[in-house]
C-alpha cells in the first residue's frame, strides 16, 4: 500500500542499509532515520493529540521506542506500516491514559443515519473549509473517531491495522469511519457545538 | 434529495458506499454495488461525493503547514547524554566535598558546641540553618553550583519518577522523613490543646513534651525538649531541655537549661535561657534581668537587648538597641544601632549598616566598634560588585547547563509554556507567595515538618530556576527559534546575561528580577501541572 510520504525520499535498498546499520549500533544511521521520519511522526501526533506540547513529547518518545524495537520490527513489511503502527499504538494509548473514553466502544449501523448524505452540501463543506480548519474541527472529535480517520487518512492504514490499534473487530472499522465522518461534517458545519454529545456516545468503558 | 423511481429498499446504505470505495468489500457484494450504481443516479452521486470526500480529508490531513519545532530537528542522540551525566556527576562529586567541607563539618563542630545531640541535627537544621553564619560563602560559584547540581538531579529523579509514582513516593518520602527524625520524639508527651493547654505548677513531664495548642502555657517542669506550636507561647516553669518552635508571641519569664530555637512574630526573654538561642522575629526584647548562657543569634525587625549574654551576639535586623553586658564579640548588621549607656561589650564589635551607630556616653566597650557604612542598595562604585554580578551570571548559566542536559524535554517544556505569559505570571505570583505560606502551615503538624522542607526546598530550585527558562524564552525572541541544545545554550546565555544588566539597574532591577522570577516559575507550575495531568489518570 501507498505509505504517507515522508521528507525527501529514500530508496527501499538505501532504508534497509540505514535500518541494519541503525541495529548495529550505528548513530549517524540513526540520525538519518530520524531526520527522514521525525517530521511525518511529528505531524501524525500533532493531529491526534490536542497539545502541541504533547505532540512534541510523544515524537521523543516513539522514537525511543522504535530504537529499542527494531529488533522486533520484521524487514519483509514496509517499514513505515511498522513505524505508523508503533507510533498509532503510542498515540493511543497517551489518549487511553488521559480520559476514559467517551464514544461507544461497539457501534451499531442503526446510530447512523439511513439517508444519503446531500451531495451538494457536502461539496460545500470541501469548498469552504480550508485545510487548517479541517484540521481544527478534526480536534473536537472524540478521541477514537479521531484516529480513525488519521489512521486511515494520514497513514494510510489498512483497516487490519486499525482494527488492530483501536482493538475493535474489522468489520466494525467501516462504520468507524463513516460515524468518524459524520462527526467532523457536523464539527464543521456548526463549529461551536461539542461533537461527542451529538454522536450519541455517553456509556462509560 | 432527489427521490429516484428506483425503490428505496434497493439502494445501498452509506457503510456500504464507503467499503466499496476503499475496497473493502467481498467480491460478489461488489459486484452487486456496482451493477446497482450503474443505474442509479443517487448512488453514483453518493459515491462520488463520499470518494471526493476521502481526497480531501486526505489532502487536509497531509497538508503542511505547521514547521516541525526547531528542537525537534535535531536528533535525540542518547550518547550525548553521557557527557552530559559525566559533567553532572562530576559536578555533584564537587559539589557533595564541597558541603562536607562547607556545611557538615562546621555543622558538626557548631553541634557540639551548642550542646544538640546527633539526633537533633534536622531539628537544628530547620531551625539554625537560616542563621548559618556561612550562607555568605555559600554564595560563592562552586557552593551554588553544588547545590545546584544536586538540585537539578533531584528534578531529574523527580520527573522520572512522577510519572507513575509521584503520590506514593511523596508519601513514602514524608513517611521516611518523618521516621528520620530524632526518635526522641517517640519518647515524648504528646499534647493537643482543648484549645489550649496548660501545665501547672508543680507537675512534672519527665519525656519531652510536644504541645500543639491555641495557646500554651507551661508553669511547671519539663525534662526533656518542649517542642511547640501554639498561637502564644508562655514559660513560667523550667524546661530542662531546649525550646523548639513557631509560635506567634513566645514569652519566657521561667528557666529553659537547653537552646531556645523557635520562629516567632514577638519574642520576650524576661527569665533565663542555659545555652544558646536562635530566632526569627519582628520583635525581640532580652529584658534587664534577663540572662542568656550561651550566643543569641537573630534575625528580627526589631532586637531591644538590656539583658545579659554570656555568649556571642549575631544580629540581622533593621534597629538595634544593646544596653546590656555582652561577654562574648558581636557581628551586627542593621540599619540602626544603638548601644545604650548600660552597654557593655567584651568582645570585638563589627557592625555594617546605613547610619553610624549611636553609641551612648556611659557604654563599655573593650575595643572601639568596627564600622562599616553602605547606604541601601549595590555598591556601584566597586568592582567587587560586577565581579559578583559576572559569578552569578556564570553559576547560573551553569545550573541552566546542566538542567538542558538532565532534562533535555523538561527545559524546552517549560521555554514553550513561557510563552503564554498571562497564566505563567499569574501562576508565577501564586507560587511565589503561597509555597512557603503553605509549607509553614504545614510544617505546624510533626509529620508535616518534613513535607514543609521539602516544599520549600523545591520551591527554592524552582524560583532560582525560573530565570534560565525566562532567559531563553527572551534569548529566543531575539535571535529566533533554532534546532538544537546547542543554539539553546546560546540563547540561553544571551539572556541571562541581559536579565543579569536589568536586574542591576537601580530602583527598576528589583522589579525586574521579581518578574522574571514570577514569569519562569509560573512557566515551570504550567509545565509540570501539564505532565501530572498527563499522567494522572493513569493511576485511576
Known amino acids: 500500500m501507498d505509505r504517507r510520504k515522508t521528507t525527501g525520499a529514500m530508496s527501499e535498498a538505501d532504508l534497509a542499509q540505514v535500518l541494519s546499520q541503525v541495529r548495529a549500533g550505528d548513530a549517524d544511521a540513526w540520525g538519518e532515520l530520524y531526520r527522514q521520519y521525525a517530521p511525518a511522526i511529528f505531524r501524525f501526533c500533532r493531529r491526534l493529540l490536542p497539545a502541541r506540547e504533547d505532540a512534541e513529547d510523544a515524537t521523543t518518545e516513539i522514537f525511543m521506542k522504535v530504537r529499542q524495537k527494531l529488533g522486533t520490527y520484521d524487514s519483509s513489511r514496509p517499514f513505515t506500516a511498522w513505524l505508523y503502527k508503533v507510533a498509532s499504538n503510542h498515540c493511543w494509548d497517551t489518549l487511553r491514559r488521559r480520559r476514559i473514553r467517551q464514544d461507544l466502544e461497539t457501534g451499531d449501523v442503526d446510530a447512523l443515519p439511513l439517508e444519503h448524505p446531500d451531495p451538494g452540501q457536502l461539496e460545500r463543506l470541501q469548498n469552504e473549509h480550508t485545510s487548517k480548519e479541517v484540521r481544527a474541527g478534526l480536534a473536537k472529535l472524540p478521541d477514537r473517531a479521531r484516529m480513525a480517520l488519521v489512521l486511515r487518512y494520514y497513514a494510510d492504514m489498512s483497516y487490519d491495522e486499525i482494527a488492530d490499534t483501536l482493538a475493535v473487530r474489522r468489520a466494525f472499522v467501516g462504520v468507524l469511519l463513516l460515524r468518524a465522518r459524520h462527526q467532523l461534517r457536523d464539527a464543521l458545519g456548526q463549529p461551536d457545538a461539542t461533537i461527542a454529545v451529538k454522536a450519541g456516545g455517553g456509556r462509560k468503558t | ?540
Open chain 2, 1 to 540: 434529495m432527489s427521490t429516484s423511481d428506483q425503490s428505496l429498499a434497493n439502494h445501498f446504505d452509506e457503510v456500504t458506499g464507503l467499503l466499496y470505495l476503499e475496497g473493502q468489500l467481498d467480491e460478489d457484494r461488489a459486484k452487486a454495488v456496482a451493477a446497482h450504481v450503474a443505474s442509479c443516479a443517487p448512488c453514483r452521486q453518493l459515491l462520488h461525493a463520499l470518494e471526493s470526500e476521502s481526497v480531501w480529508l486526505r489532502e487536509s490531513l497531509t497538508t503542511d503547514d505547521e514547521p516541525i519545532p526547531a528542537h525537534l530537528v535535531s536528533v535525540p542522540e542518547r550518547n550525548s547524554t553521557h557527557w552530559g551525566w559525566i559533567a553532572a556527576f562530576g559536578l555533584c562529586a564537587g559539589g557533595l566535598y564541597t558541603l562536607w567541607n562547607g556545611i557538615v563539618e562546621p555543622w558538626l563542630a557548631s553541634i557540639s558546641q551548642a550542646g544538640l545531640s546527633q539526633q537533633g541535627i534536622l531539628t537544628w537544621f530547620i531551625f539554625q540553618g537560616a542563621f548559618w553564619k556561612g550562607w555568605d560563602a555559600m554564595r560563592t560559584l562552586t557552593d551554588f553550583m553544588a547545590v545546584a547540581t544536586l538540585g537539578s538531579l533531584a528534578i531529574w529523579l523527580f520527573r522520572k519518577q512522577w510519572k507513575r509514582f509521584t503520590p506514593i513516593a511523596f508519601v513514602m518520602g514524608a513517611l521516611a522523613c518523618a521516621l528520620a527524625l530524632p526518635p526522641a520524639a517517640a519518647a515524648a508527651d504528646i499534647e493537643r490543646g482543648d484549645p489550649s493547654y496548660t501545665l501547672p505548677g508543680g507537675q512534672e513531664v519527665k519525656n519531652d513534651l510536644v504541645v500543639a495548642a491555641d495557646r500554651t502555657r507551661i508553669d511547671g517542669d519539663v525534662d526533656g525538649d518542649l517542642i511547640v506550636f501554639s498561637y502564644s507561647v508562655t514559660v513560667n516553669g523550667h524546661v530542662k531541655g531546649d525550646v523548639l518552635g513557631l509560635a506567634n508571641k513566645l514569652t519566657i519569664n521561667g528557666m529553659v537549661d537547653g537552646n531556645v530555637r523557635v520562629a516567632a512574630d514577638s519574642i520576650a526573654i524576661n527569665g533565663s535561657v542555659g545555652k544558646n538561642i536562635t530566632a526569627w522575629q519582628d520583635q525581640f526584647d532580652l529584658d534587664e534581668k534577663a540572662k542568656i548562657g550561651g550566643s543569641l543569634s537573630l534575625l528580627a525587625g526589631n532586637a531591644d537587648l538590656d539583658g545579659q549574654i554570656g555568649g556571642d551576639l549575631t544580629v540581622l535586623a533593621r534597629v538595634v538597641d544593646l544596653n546590656g553586658l555582652l561577654a562574648g564579640s558581636a557581628l551586627i548588621r542593621s540599619q540602626r544601632l544603638v548601644v545604650g549607656p548600660q552597654a557593655e561589650i567584651q568582645g570585638k564589635a563589627k557592625f555594617s549598616g546605613w547610619h553610624p551607630p549611636e553609641i551612648a556616653q556611659g557604654a563599655k566597650l573593650s575595643s572601639p566598634i568596627d564600622v562599616s557604612i553602605k547606604g541601601p542598595g549595590p555598591d556601584y562604585a566597586s568592582g567587587r560588585y560586577y565581579w559578583h554580578q559576572t559569578l552569578s551570571w556564570g553559576a547560573s548559566f551553569i545550573f541552566g547547563l546542566v538542567l538542558l542536559l538532565v532534562a533535555p524535554h523538561f527545559f524546552f517544556d517549560v521555554v514553550q509554556s513561557s510563552k503564554r505569559i498571562g497564566p505563567a505570571l499569574g501562576l508565577g505570583t501564586l507560587f511565589l507567595l503561597a509555597t512557603p505560606i503553605a509549607a509553614v502551615i504545614v510544617c505546624a503538624t510533626i509529620v508535616g515538618a518534613a513535607v514543609g522542607v521539602i516544599a520549600v526546598l523545591l520551591w527554592l530550585i524552582g524560583v532560582y530556576s525560573a530565570q534560565i527558562f525566562t532567559a531563553s524564552w527572551l534569548g529566543e525572541k531575539l535571535l529566533g527559534g533554532a534546532a538544537g541544545a546547542s543554539h539553546a545554550i546560546g540563547r540561553m546565555a544571551l539572556g541571562l546575561a541581559i536579565i543579569r544588566a536589568l536586574t542591576m539597574l537601580p530602583y527598576a532591577g528589583p522589579i525586574v528580577g521579581f518578574c522574571v522570577t514570577i514569569w519562569g516559575l509560573g512557566a515551570i507550575v504550567l509545565t509540570v501541572h501539564r505532565r501530572m495531568q498527563v499522567q494522572a489518570p493513569a493511576a485511576v
